[in-house]
């Protein structure tokens, strides 16, 4: 079975500065992919960034990018330049590639608060 | 890009009711169709997954007949919420995909059993 760990609840940045928000997880799979998805206030779920496992380059998505490290299976997200639409809750995900009921793995998100 | 829609976005009945959350995929045919359940301030619940004509697969400790699911067409699933009670309201997410594709989320039903 696959875990998602995101162990900081919370966390508070000013806007216009840089964060990066934490995610582990554990797999014996050695195909996968990796996703980080934002729920604002509204509670829609947007997908932020994917990253497929087999590929070394790391995704980026305008001010958003991650920092994958398959060996340490560590999978965090910086989010540049930060601006009060960012405040939300994000949450990492893992899905293990094929297979037509493949699910996700969410971890248990973070609350991210961006100052004026 | 691919859209979701889920209807109701907000519920209220008595307890006792039936509810009934549909989730359509409005620009793609959705072969594996999900549902969650969100708590506030908490990570999503995967209920069940669903594929188009068959029987879905209710997660550990989800009960099938009070959660009922069908999944008919390559565009539609429901959600049965049967003899809701209060400890059912809830947020309730649909999400959708084709293949091996990206999941898209539906906008999430709240549902409130007074």
């Known amino acids: 079975a696959q875990t998602v760990t995101q162990s900081q609840p919370e966390m508070s940045v000013q806007e216009a500065e840089t964060v990066t928000l934490s995610c582990t997880y554990d797999t014996s799979e050695n195909n996968y992919y990796l996703f980080w998805y934002k729920q604002p206030p509204s509670r829609q779920m947007i997908l932020v960034i994917r990253q497929e496992a087999y590929k070394q380059q790391n995704a980026t998505e305008n001010r958003f990018s991650v920092n994958f490290q398959k060996a340490a299976k560590s999978f965090s997200l910086k989010i540049s330049d930060s601006q009060l639409g960012d405040t939300a809750m994000y949450f990492c995900?893992?899905?293990?590639?094929?297979?037509?009921?493949?699910?996700?793995?969410f971890g248990k998100g973070i609350t991210l608060s961006v100052r004026p | 890009g691919a859209v979701v829609s889920q209807h109701p976005s907000w519920v209220i009945c008595k307890s006792g009711t039936s509810v009934k959350i549909e989730c359509r995929s409005l620009?793609?045919?959705?072969?594996?169709m999900f549902w969650y359940r969100q708590f506030p301030k908490q990570s999503l619940m995967l209920m069940a997954t669903?594929?188009?004509?068959?029987?879905?697969?209710?997660e550990q400790g989800v009960e099938k007949d009070k959660f009922l699911i069908n999944h008919a067409s390559l565009t539609l699933s429901t959600l049965t919420v049967t003899s809701a009670h209060p400890e059912d309201s809830s947020f309730y997410i649909c999400?959708?995909?084709?293949?091996?594709?990206?999941?898209?989320f539906g906008d999430g039903t709240r549902l409130s059993i007074l």
């Open positions: 620009d793609f045919q959705a072969t594996t």
């Open positions: 995900a893992f899905m293990k590639q094929g297979g037509a009921n493949s699910k996700l793995t």
């Open positions: 669903s594929n188009e004509g068959s029987k879905a697969t209710y």
């Open positions: 999400s959708a995909r084709m293949g091996n594709q990206p999941q898209h």
